[in-house]
């Protein structure tokens, strides 16, 4: 294989990898996400912040892959961390040339007994 076929090969599975959104971990599928702090029934845990997409993938994945990716990563994490339930803190949009190229969302994490 010539060196010129080798690197469209892994350039378009580079470009592949780039359109999907972070996937979610089984057991993060159930977590989630308030609009408010919630009440007494709730223990706070700590923060946590999800991304998706970078310079060169955010250019190849559609705006609502990279929002459903940062979420998917900050469900992850706060499933990791011992949490059940998140109140988002920020959602944030990386611009590059006019185009969206990553999404950060941050929350706090909380154990609550729903």
Known sequence: MNSK??????????????????????????????????????????????????????????????????LNDLKNQAADMGGNAIVLVSNNTGLTAGSQRNVTSVGNVYKCQF
Do not use: H, W
């Open 5 to 70: 076929v080798l690197v469209i090969a892994i350039a378009s599975v580079l470009g592949l990898v780039g359109c999907a959104a972070n996937s979610i971990n089984p057991n993060a599928q159930q977590i989630r996400i308030l609009d408010k702090a919630p009440d007494a029934k709730c223990q706070y845990i700590g923060e946590a912040i999800g991304s998706q997409g970078n310079f060169f993938t955010g250019a190849y994945t559609s705006d609502a892959n990279l929002q459903r990716g940062a």
